[in-house]
């Protein structure tokens, strides 16, 4: 249930809290000098002593502990909506033109199957029926497959009765309950990050002091290739080691999930997973932890030294991994060139002893090499 508050209601707040706050200051004042220095008009202190009263009168604070408290602000944020949607507690929190949003996640049930788009690119590609060129955008999405509906809504929408769930009430009532609201805000609902530059902002270039109150969090890191690249990840300034090393020192956090992408977003994929898997390692204590790499393909080839990170019982390091490793499906449709969806097959074949990939078009039968590959399996 949200709380609603009215703007009266609002403003009568706001006008006892500047009351109070007057009198407070006042009173702090006189208590620590003399009454002669006190009514000085001079003697004001630069900056206000604020006080938070303890409120040894109200029987919320003095007979309930602090875990039936949160139990009963954790209720607040219940809404009539969350049970249309796969993550209730999922809020998005983004950082655009200067202003921190959170938005309701929408991700439906469906969207945890990672191929999802592209078997509906299957489905109207064989049939004809349906706007390929807009699954093709959803497939690009830098918010990754499972976000795709949140970001189209946040991009073209406008935040909506669903997004409502006013904490700002609750922190208005008082200054006693306000950390307490806030710890309890971060700690019922998931927070979900899809891009670098705000989840940097959020947990190392203006982290709040509460975030340490943070347990769910859901990360995609859609970043260039430069700053995930085996040179780059060990520099002293890299926003995306940054990030890793404030969420893993994170005390509270149960379940995390961490969507490493670039932005390379075609065909042919590399990426540094060893060095990056370096500094997720350190996440011991969580209960869940899930990493999503680009896919690997026929062969486990992909990689840069043939390596695979899965959770195969057949390799060994995959056991001293703190995390759970899944892949995205390879990508078998792209617009190469505007306004044109081509459907492709992923080959492997041998030149000589040396393993090789390429696509190619299924229209054209057009073979492209793949300028990537490849780590001999041999
Ligand atoms: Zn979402």
Redesign the pocket.
Known sequence: MAIGITHKFKSLLRLRLRKGKRSKQLTATCQDLSHDDCCRDEVVPEEPVVFISEQPNSLFFQKLPIEVRKTIYSYIWLGAYDNMYH?PN?R?IIFKEGRWYNMR???SEVDEDRDFIQKTMDYIYESGQGDLLMWQRRLSSTWGS??W??EERIEYGSMGAIDRTDFGSMMLVCKRMYPEVVESVFESHKF?FNDLFTAHRFFVHQPSPYVSHLRDLDITLHTSFRECSPLAINLPKNRVREVINAVKSLPSLHSLRISVDICDRGPWRKLPERDLAIHFKACQALKKFVVEFPPLLAGKTYLFDGQDLDTDAANPESTSMPFTVIRRPPLRYWQFHPGEVEHFKWEMFKRGSQPHCRITLAKSGTAISNPYLVKSDG
Do not use: E, F, K, L
């Open positions: 993550v999922g998005h996640c929408v991700m499972r976000h509906r949140c979900i």
